[in-house]
């Protein structure tokens, strides 16, 4: 297997670990982790179809991080971030905006790595990827963050205060606009501060195939 996917994995384990056990509350835990889990059996079964860039790995890792620390803790109760707010004289738990800043960060770059490997949007005919490539890379994370956001909103419906934690709006009447922009904030910091490092890298991964 990918020495990478050692480090990945041997790295992540403790983390989750220590988040599965004793979390706020167990319901909550699963649907906060529930991303986290799926991309990283995910990326056990394509380790050798589709190999990911080490850029994107290390964002991948980063990503459940954040996820599985907001499943323990739920978003509106993380001790850092309560901290946080105390200092600086605010009204709520500002964890959750972290969370969707990288809910556009990663999923920027690995939209961008998945159609620069298999649509046309890889070559204008000059060697340099399609003008339309960032924009659609945006396109997709507002997408999927609104996607995200209609999961709570299902979630909410069906299962009443015992969503309370997952949605996590804290009396944020605008929590949901909120989060897509935060969501909008990482996809375009996303591409315009990695995109050529992610070039470096995904040429790499591509080299050694």
């Given at each position: 297997m990918d020495r990478r996917l050692f480090w990945f994995f041997g790295l992540l384990a403790p983390v989750a670990a220590w988040s599965w056990i004793a979390p706020h509350d167990r319901f909550t835990?699963?649907?906060?982790?529930?991303?986290?889990?799926?991309?990283?059996?995910?990326l056990f079964i394509l380790r050798k179809r589709f190999p990911?860039?080490?850029?994107?790995?290390?964002?991948?890792?980063?990503?459940?991080?954040?996820?599985?620390?907001?499943?323990?803790?739920?978003y509106a109760r993380v001790p850092l971030f309560d901290w946080i707010r105390d200092v600086m004289g605010g009204t709520r738990n500002d964890y959750d905006k972290l969370g969707h800043f990288t809910q556009g960060l990663?999923?920027?770059i690995l939209a961008r790595e998945i159609l620069l490997r298999t649509?046309?949007?890889?070559?204008?005919?000059?060697g340099r990827p399609s003008r339309w490539l960032g924009f659609l890379v945006v396109c997709v994370c507002l997408a999927f963050s609104a996607f995200y956001e209609?999961?709570?909103?299902?979630?909410?419906?069906?299962?009443?205060?015992?969503a309370d934690d997952f949605l996590g709006t804290q009396g944020d009447v605008w929590d949901t606009q909120e989060d897509m922009a935060w969501?909008?904030?990482?996809?375009?910091?996303?591409?315009?501060?990695?995109?050529?490092?992610?070039?470096?890298?995904?040429?790499?991964v591509l080299a050694a195939r």
């Open positions: 835990w699963w649907l906060e982790a529930a991303p986290a889990v799926a991309g990283t059996v995910l990911l860039s080490t850029l994107l790995l290390v964002l991948v890792g980063l990503h459940c991080v954040v996820l599985l620390v907001g499943a323990h803790y739920t990663v999923p920027a649509s046309p949007l890889r070559d204008r005919g000059d209609l999961v709570e909103w299902l979630t909410a419906i069906t299962q009443g205060g015992a969501a909008l904030i990482g996809a375009v910091v996303a591409m315009l501060g990695l995109a050529r490092l992610h070039n470096r890298s995904l040429a790499k």
